[in-house]
């Protein structure tokens, strides 16, 4: 920018009598920023209960003008004194320009704002003194957070600081141009008063959110806010203590945005096990919740990504299908992938309501993976000859098919509908890749045709055309949704049903380009690992382990990346993805679960509650009977191979605990006490185990110093009829 200069004394009276003119109504309008706003009406930040309150139009005429006068000079006071502060708290970096006298000119344009200086005059005189946050710091920390500040600054405004301005002192932040028509006269128009009001009330808002922030000597950029559960838990148990059960639960406790423990979350469904369930449903279908259940032969590329057999149609424009393997991310990645993305539609969200949101630039494959959809709901809705593509020579060709893989068929509109051609995706992206624009093909033929080879040049032509046109609209619908319209559950489930749009997104995603209010306030998701220990946890995670600690992850302070085996992809785990385990301490107890991932998580345990279960049926108090029976397996076994409630929950009849006796507890049972007869008979007594004499004749001709010298005798189970109420009932009597 050339010929920059500090601004006219004939700007500075006319800017004045701008804000002053009552005939000008300022246009609506409404900034907001976390917790703080201010609208045209009040101009008013909610700093704290005391502050002064400024409006625009109040009481006389002569009033109105004094009050406006007055609001200018004092909102530039406090934009300046806010931001001074926020960066006096980085690294000693101050604001000094407060008032319109000390703006900067063009020929056309006034700038207003601030120049970012180093020093340390006058600190601290707005808001106190807090010299402890700076002592508190170390040097590497204020330098992080000064250019946190400054970036967020920047990019708030980045419209009104391009690299043109290099005629700017250094530093300068420029929070809003007012035209001029001639180098002394200042356009006096409604919208030129109300865009002055709206952008220095932004740089008020934003300036208190990050004078709060400043106040924390703690805060090491990203200002990331911990989650109040822990980010990977295991809830571990004997058998039949509700654990998977429970994870519904537990799911929607770590899924709350309002943090509220899990007995209160309990609570708040009590015995509505169907409205609990529907919700965990809706989460699982705005893909917030995954499952998975590990096993011996559950592997790395399951659960992270790795390599799969497929048909490809690559060669589809021949007409032949071929065996191909393709990469394919576990779930572990996906839903990776999916909390980056819904970490990236909060950030929007927060942007769009400062005006600062940008678009995210799409990699091919997510690219033609919505434009091909795009074209088959256009077939689906309007019919074979219905969707048509100019081409080059001011013709048309006539989409006929879109193929499972996405091979693209033509034919021409005034040609014969039975010959078709085909655009294959390969092609299409060397197209893609080699030409910036469509203008950029200035001979149709000879630049396609050296670029993919073969034929069909107009046919490319037409659907490159057509691409590059759905590249242009849907980027801004990506990232600029507006807030009225914008439905965070539809954004999630669109990344269920075209995982690419997240994976593009996630791919090498700037954590530090979010604030404690996105972590705050961004969706959560879950994974839920049944049977975390039946698998093999080291082959699963790799070399994921490390990232799974909360310190760890994206944004954290001591973030880790991996670069992946077979994407080569760098890949980190998100800060909003919780990982929730079931363990059933029966099949292998905590203290031989894999050590890595022991002192990675928190562990929970489930135990038995008889409470829960009735105390008369038919007699029989149950919950007495599961006390005595887990108070002898404790005392021959340990408390992980005790029984748990949830096989007796439903019992209302010596029928129903007779059944449940047959097919759950004597097998459990004999499990723990394999070939060890007389320690079940112990548990259950003779009601339940006979011994019998083995009363069989050896024959002769062999050697029997192996036999013992004691009668050998043999075991059963009595028969089901004979487990009568008081049979029952002799389990817990004393």
């Known amino acids: 920018m050339s010929d920059v200069r500090l601004v006219a004394p004939e700007v500075v009276e006319q800017f004045f009598d701008l804000v002053r003119d009552v ?35 109040r009481g006389s005429a002569e009033a109105g003008q004094w009050a406006t006068q007055r609001t200018i000079r004092m909102l530039l006071r406090q934009v300046g004194n806010k931001l001074e502060h926020a960066f006096q708290y980085a690294r000693g970096w101050r604001h000094l320009v407060y008032d319109i006298g000390s703006a900067w000119q063009t020929e056309t344009e006034v700038l207003i ?99 709060r922030q400043s106040f924390d000597p703690s805060i090491e950029p990203p200002i990331t806010r911990a989650m109040p559960h822990a980010l990977n838990q295991i809830l571990y148990g004997p058998p039949g203590t509700g654990k998977t059960y429970s994870t519904s639960l537990w799911a929607l406790t770590l899924l709350n945005p309002n943090n509220l423990p899990l007995a209160e979350v309990k609570g708040h469904y009590g015995d509505n096990h169907g409205a609990m369930r529907g919700a965990f449903e809706q989460f699982r279908r705005d893909g917030q919740i995954g499952f998975v259940s590990f096993h011996q032969s559950f592997g790395y590329e399951d659960f992270v990504e790795g390599i799969k057999p497929g048909l490809d149609d690559r060669d589809e424009e021949e007409g032949t299908s071929m065996l191909q393997y393709h990469l394919a ?75 499972s893989k996405g091979t693209l068929r033509f034919y021409h509109q005034n040609g014969d509908a039975t010959k078709t051609f085909a655009v294959s995706k390969t092609r299409l992206e060397k197209v893609y890749r080699t030409f910036p624009t469509v203008a950029a093909i200035t001979n149709v033929s000879r630049d396609i045709v050296s670029t993919i080879g073969g034929a069909n040049t107009t046919v490319y032509w037409a659907a490159f055309r057509a ?18 319209a914008f439905d965070l559950s539809e954004q999630l489930r669109r990344a269920v049903d075209q995982p690419e749009v997240a994976a593009s997104v996630a791919r090498d995603y700037d954590f530090h380009a979010l604030t404690a209010e996105d972590y705050a306030a961004a969706p959560r998701f879950v994974l839920i690992i049944d049977e975390i220990n039946r698998g093999n946890v080291a082959s699963i995670f790799g070399e994921l382990i490390s990232l799974l600690e909360e310190d760890k992850r994206g944004g954290q302070a001591n973030e880790l990346r991996v670069t992946l085996p077979y994407s080569k992809e760098s890949f980190t785990v998100p800060p909003n993805l919780f990982v929730l385990g079931t363990m059933n301490t029966a099949d292998r107890s905590v203290e031989a679960l894999d050590t890595a991932l022991r002192r990675r998580f928190s562990f929970h345990e489930l135990a038995p509650q008889p409470q829960e279960l009735p105390d008369n049926v038919e007699g029989i108090n149950v919950q007495a009977l599961l006390t005595a029976l887990n108070e002898r397996l404790e005392t021959l076994l340990d408390r992980d191979h005790r029984l748990g409630h949830a096989w007796l929950l439903q019992v209302r009849t010596v029928e129903d605990l007779r059944t449940v006796f047959q097919q759950k507890i004597i097998p459990q049972l004999q499990e723990y006490f394999y070939g060890q007869w007389a320690r079940l008979g112990q548990v259950l007594g003779t009601g339940f185990v006979r011994r019998l004499p083995r009363a069989v004749r050896l024959l002769p001709g062999f050697e029997e110093e192996d036999l013992p010298d004691e009668p050998r005798y043999r075991y059963d189970i009595t028969p089901v009829s004979e487990w009568t109420a008081e049979v029952f009932r002799r389990l817990y009597a004393s």
């Open 329 to 403: 991310a576990g779930i572990f990645k996906r839903l990776a992938e999916r909390a980056i993305y819904g970490l990236h539609l909060q950030r929007q969200l927060r942007e769009q309501a400062i005006g600062t949101a940008e678009p995210v630039a799409l990699d091919f494959e997510t690219l033609f993976s919505l434009f091909s959809n795009q074209l088959l709901e256009r077939l689906q809705q309007h019919g074979v000859g219905n969707v048509i593509l100019p081409t080059i020579s001011n013709s048309s060709v006539v989409l006929d098919e879109v193929t």
């Open 113 to 211: 704002g601030f120049r970012m200086i180093s020093g340390s005059a006058g600190r601290n005189r707005w808001f106190g003194r807090r010299d402890s946050a700076i002592e508190t710091r170390s040097p590497q920390v204020m330098a992080n957070l000064t250019s946190h500040l400054r970036q967020e600054l920047t990019r708030a405004f980045a419209k009104y600081n391009d690299e043109t301005d290099t005629g700017l002192p250094d530093q300068w932040l420029t929070v809003v141009r007012l035209p001029l028509t001639t180098p002394t006269t200042l356009v006096a128009t409604t919208s030129t008063k109300s865009l002055l009001l709206r952008q220095l009330s932004q740089a008020l808002v934003l300036g208190e959110v990050l004078r």
């Open 467 to 484: 691409l590059k046109e759905f590249e242009a609209q849907q980027l801004p619908t990506l990232a600029t949704t507006s807030v009225d």
């Open 23 to 57: 005939t000008l109504q300022v246009q609506p309008f409404s900034v907001h920023y976390q917790d703080f706003f201010v609208t045209a009406d009040n101009l008013q930040p909610l700093v704290r209960t005391n502050a002064a309150t400024f409006q625009l139009r």
